[in-house]
């Protein structure tokens, strides 16, 4: 009897457990089921139909806890990229939407007023945030991820680099770069893939302005190093060996190494004769030795030589390859700068000049334009990520401190009412344009524009003038989708093209 008690018991606790089991089941499947007909549901909601009581911006939270992490991973993964999962929810709730990636609330704003909130941040309301994970890439004294007071004295620093004598010297080496390696193309058969020669020549100009480092075993060893840097900075923070972030953490460490061995021959006055931002770096941390507060420790250094590299060469590769890309689809405007590049080109073997120089990129007002459009277009940072300091209100939403605030560059590049028929490669849209405030946003706005703007905009003049006048060339892949994973929008296929040297006495009727 007893017995039979404790079974009875037994049996109706384990019934009361799997209704319980079912009951909960039934709740989430329905919760999925909610979410599946809203995000079907067709039509384009307005911002006032689908803000709630207390003016939260609309758009769905997912499922509990992981949120919509999956559709954001599963995006980045395709071929569409991250703008995929952005787009849709636009077309859903408009050009403010709320979600959850990673357990963390996040909006995303599309408008040139809110960009101009977040990016100029008068307010101090708002600060750039990456994930933790990048800061381990990159190094937490790395200005993309120092505190904000930190940031303006690094930032400070480096922005002395960035002076017009530096600019003018750079061009000279990336033109003499980008000869040597176009000269090599022949050889392989007369096909090349825009962007891994790209990634070459824009690496090893970055390593040549930043620390005088040219060639050799070392050099390759840290593009390779790098390289994985970059493919860890998206992937899931996990520490195992097989692990891509792993690889990357451990590739860091070899940069770290190499730089550590480079500065300190540099503070030993053994190795002082280079004329680059490394030099610099050291020399005026000397003078101002006096005034602790100023100097950049080597740790800084090293971080920030890295956070360089990083950002300079892949989105620079990137950039290029988009533009031959649009070049390619676009015959009337690849005309028109033929004229106006060839013509130069002529120019420059009347004055017997080896390499261009500032003023003759200054010289090119249709091919500075294609530059520009192709950035427009290409957007290849997407969007800029933000951190809210305080609760605030934006677009009539009220956003809580320690939400996440994005502005999508690339809608912005694509808003019908910000560009006229934004869709068409069209450089010839900035002839007299009167640009809207914060509409052009390839390199970002406010305390934290790109550094690199000017080198990045004259690194994609110089090839752009050396591929026009030393080959003709057709893309031989005209795939659009993009890489996955990438943090950076990178065309998938690297844009081959299929190159045929013009004899020089050709070039004027090329
Ligand atoms: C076409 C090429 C490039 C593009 C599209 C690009 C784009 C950008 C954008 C959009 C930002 C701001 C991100 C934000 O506000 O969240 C940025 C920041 C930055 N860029 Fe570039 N960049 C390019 C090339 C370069 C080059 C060549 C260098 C270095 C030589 C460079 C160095 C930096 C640095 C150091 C920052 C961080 C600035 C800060 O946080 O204060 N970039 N870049």
């Not at 520490?239 to 480079?262: D, H, N, S, V």
């Amino acid at each position: 009897m007893h017995l039979n008690l404790i079974f009875f018991a037994l049996e109706f606790s384990f019934l009361l457990f799997f209704c319980m089991l079912v009951v909960i089941a039934l709740i989430i499947l329905s919760c999925q089921i909610m979410i599946i007909i809203k995000m079907l549901l067709p039509g384009r909601r307005n911002r006032n139909q689908e803000s709630t009581a207390d003016d939260v911006p609309p758009g769905s939270r997912g499922l509990p806890l992981i949120g919509e992490t999956i559709q954001f991973v599963a995006a980045i993964n395709s071929s569409k990229g991250f703008y995929d999962f952005v787009q849709t929810r636009c077309l859903r709730y408009g050009n403010c939407f709320k979600t959850n990636i990673f357990g963390q609330t996040h909006v995303f704003f599309s408008s040139t007023e809110t960009a101009k909130l977040l990016l100029k941040n008068d307010s101090g309301k708002f600060t750039k945030r990456y994930l933790r994970s990048i800061a381990q890439l990159v190094g937490d004294q790395s200005l993309l991820c120092a505190s904000p007071d930190h940031h303006k004295l690094i930032r400070h620093r480096l922005n002395n680099l960035f002076t017009t004598k530096s600019l003018s010297l750079f061009i000279k080496q990336f033109d003499e770069l980008t000869i040597t390696t176009l000269s090599d193309w022949d050889q392989d058969g007369g096909t090349v893939v825009v962007l891994k020669e790209a990634l070459k020549i824009t690496f090893k100009a970055m390593c040549k302005m930043l620390m005088s480092f040219e060639s050799g075993e070392e050099v390759e060893m840290m593009e390779k190093d790098v390289a994985d840097v970059c493919k860890a900075m998206l992937a899931f923070p996990l520490k195992l060996p097989w692990t891509r972030f792993y690889k990357g953490l451990q590739a860091r460490k070899r940069i770290m190494k190499t730089l550590e061995k480079i500065i300190t021959l540099r503070r030993s006055g053994l190795d002082a004769c280079n004329e680059d931002f490394l030099q610099y770096l050291v020399t005026e941390d000397k003078e101002d030795s006096a005034n602790e507060t100023l100097r950049l420790t080597d740790t800084e250094i090293q971080d920030n030589i890295l956070t360089m590299i990083i950002a300079g060469q892949d989105t620079t590769a990137s950039a290029i390859t988009w533009m031959v890309k649009y070049l390619s689809e676009n015959q009337e405007v690849l005309d028109a700068v033929k004229i106006e590049q060839l013509k130069l080109a002529e120019q420059l073997t009347s004055t017997k000049s080896s390499f261009l120089t500032l003023q003759d990129l200054n010289n090119m007002p249709y091919a500075s334009k294609v530059v520009k459009e192709s950035l427009r277009m290409a957007s290849v940072v997407a969007w800029f990520p933000r951190l809210v300091l305080q609760d605030c209100e934006i677009e009539g939403y009220k956003i809580k401190k320690g939400w996440n605030v994005n502005i999508v560059a690339r809608s912005i590049h694509f808003d019908p009412m910000v560009y006229n028929d934004p869709n068409k490669f069209n450089p010839s849209r900035f002839d007299d344009y009167d640009s809207k405030p914060y509409s052009f946003l390839a390199f970002g706005m406010g305390g934290r524009t790109c550094l690199g703007l000017n080198m990045a905009k004259a690194m994609m003049l110089v090839f752009l003038h050396r591929l026009i006048t030393t080959y003709k060339w057709k893309v031989i892949d005209s795939d659009s989708s993009v890489e996955k994973r990438a943090m950076f929008s990178r065309l998938k296929s690297g844009c081959p093209i299929h190159v045929t040297r013009i004899p020089p006495e050709d070039v004027k009727s090329a």
